[in-house]
């Protein structure tokens, strides 16, 4: 992560409007995560660790797509 500063914050918690094929890719990245946490309710007990691996699909979700608004 770079250096912690006014600029890095500012960036952090601003809007990104999608630019180039970023909407292409977003979507990308929501339907093999939405294939995979079909995965995981399919295969797994329904329990509190299940729960836990699709709200972790959820946040590997938001986190990618944050590297891409923010790292383009």
Known sequence: MPQINEDTVDSV???H???DDQPHR???MRDAARKFA???IG?????P???????DVQRAV????????LNE
């Open 13 to 15: 918690f601003s809007y």
């Open 49 to 55: 660790e299940r729960t836990l691996a699709l709200r």
């Open 26 to 28: 977003y979507a990308a």
């Open 62 to 69: 938001m986190m990618a797509n944050a590297a891409i608004a």
């Open 17 to 19: 409007q999608p630019k």
């Open 38 to 40: 079909w995965e995981i």
């Open 43 to 47: 295969l797994c007990p329904e329990s």
